[in-house]
C-alpha cells in the first residue's frame, strides 16, 4: 500500500486489510514527519511493515515506480503474487482471499471492482456498471484494488516504466495483454473507493475539468 499523507482513509484502509489477517506493508512516500511517525505508530499496534521511501531516495513523490520495482523484487525472490490496495480503498473481509482464488497461469491481473459509499460502481470503473459477472477484461485496470500474478512479474521487469510517468496501472494493465495474459475484472467482488484522498488537487477532474486540465499541462503532474 503506498501512503501519502491522508491518515485518516489511509488508517481505514490499513486496519481493514489487518483485519482479515493478512501482512501488509506500507510504502510511505514521503508524508508529513507528524503522519510517518503515526504510521510508525500503527506499524507498533498492528504489525504492518512501514517502508519509509526517504530513506532510499531522494526522488519527489510520487515514488510509485520505486514502489513497484522494490514489491517485484521481493515477490519474484519469495516465488509470491503482489497485491496492490491503495490508501483510498476500503477493503472488506473477503476481498483479497477472491482475487486469489482466481489465480491461474493465464492471467496477469485481477482486480476488485471498485464502489461508493452507496454501494454503487465508481471512478476508475465506470464503464463496468452495466457488466453482470466476473471475466476477462479488455479496458485497463487500475491499481486501486489489484492482484498482479507472478507469472506477470516474472514476465515484466518494472525498471523498464517510463521513469519520467507518475502511474504505472494502464501501462502495466496494457503490457499484461501484450504478453499474452488475461485481466480479470471481478464485478463481484466489490471495495469502497474514496477517490484521491492523498491528492485533493485531484478532485479538480470532476468539479472543474479545464483547471485541472490546465494544472495537468503546465505543472507536468498526474502522467500516465
Given at each position: ?99 486469489c482464488k482466481a489465480v491461474n497461469p493465464t492471467i496477469g491481473m485481477i482486480a476488485a471492482v471498485t464502489h461508493n459509499d452507496q454501494d ?48 504505472y496501472d494502464v501501462h502495466i494493465s496494457h503490457m499484461s495483454r501484450k504478453l499474452g495474459f488475461r485481466n480479470i475484472l471481478q464485478v ?25 486540465y490546465l494544472r495537468k499541462l503546465i505543472q507536468g503532474k498526474d502522467r500516465i
Amino acid at each position: 500500500m503506498p501512503v501519502k499523507d491522508s491518515l485518516q482513509t489511509a488508517e481505514q484502509a490499513i486496519r481493514a486489510i489487518v483485519a482479515g489477517g493478512y501482512t501488509l506493508t506500507v510504502y510511505d512516500d514521503n508524508s508529513t514527519a507528524q503522519n510517518a511517525a503515526q504510521l510508525d505508530a500503527l506499524s507498533s499496534e498492528l504489525g504492518i511493515r512501514v517502508v519509509h521511501i526517504c530513506e532510499h531516495t531522494d526522488h519527489p513523490s510520487p515514488n510509485y515506480r520505486w514502489v513497484l520495482i522494490h514489491a517485484q523484487r521481493e515477490c519474484i525472490d519469495n516465488g509470491q503474487h503482489l497485491i496492490i490496495v491503495e490508501s483510498d480503498v476500503i477493503v472488506r473481509n473477503a476481498t483479497l482471499s477472491n482475487l486469489c482464488k482466481a489465480v491461474n497461469p493465464t492471467i496477469g491481473m485481477i482486480a476488485a471492482v471498485t464502489h461508493n459509499d452507496q454501494d454503487e460502481v465508481n471512478f476508475p470503473y465506470e464503464y463496468a456498471r452495466h457488466i453482470k459477472q466476473d471475466g476477462s477484461c479488455n479496458k485497463r485496470l487500475s491499481f486501486c484494488c489489484t492482484l498482479l500474478t507472478n507469472a506477470l512479474l516474472q514476465a515484466y521487469d518494472f525498471n523498464n516504466l517510463d521513469p519520467d510517468k507518475n502511474w504505472y496501472d494502464v501501462h502495466i494493465s496494457h503490457m499484461s495483454r501484450k504478453l499474452g495474459f488475461r485481466n480479470i475484472l471481478q464485478v463481484s467482488n466489490p471495495v469502497l473507493h474514496l477517490p484521491h484522498s492523498s491528492r485533493p488537487w485531484k478532485q479538480l477532474k470532476y468539479t472543474h475539468p479545464l483547471l485541472y486540465y490546465l494544472r495537468k499541462l503546465i505543472q507536468g503532474k498526474d502522467r500516465i
